[in-house]
């Protein structure tokens, strides 16, 4: 929620309305995978588990080498 007021003081409403749905979109995948059942599939298999999450942290590194 704070992201998005920030992007709507900083760059106006047509920015803070594509953040929202950004934000809306990610919740909704994350409860999507929550409701099938994603997290059992991680903890059987950890190695899946680790790929995924340094998968996930070069993501964020990414735009912070870009910026």
């Given at each position: 929620?704070?992201?998005?007021?920030?992007?709507?003081?900083q760059?106006?409403?047509?920015?803070?309305?594509?953040?929202?749905a950004?934000?809306?979109?990610?919740?909704?995948?994350?409860?999507?995978?929550?409701?099938?059942?994603l997290?059992?599939?991680?903890?059987?298999?950890?190695?899946?588990?680790?790929?995924?999450?340094?998968?996930?942290?070069?993501?964020?590194?990414?735009?912070?080498?870009?910026?």
């Amino acid at each position: 929620m704070l992201l998005v007021i920030t992007h709507g003081a900083q760059h106006g409403l047509r920015r803070s309305v594509a953040t929202m749905a950004g934000c809306l979109t990610a919740l909704v995948l994350m409860l999507s995978v929550s409701a099938a059942g994603l997290g059992v599939f991680l903890e059987a298999w950890p190695t899946m588990f680790n790929a995924l999450r340094l998968i996930g942290a070069a993501y964020l590194v990414y735009p912070g080498v870009k910026a």
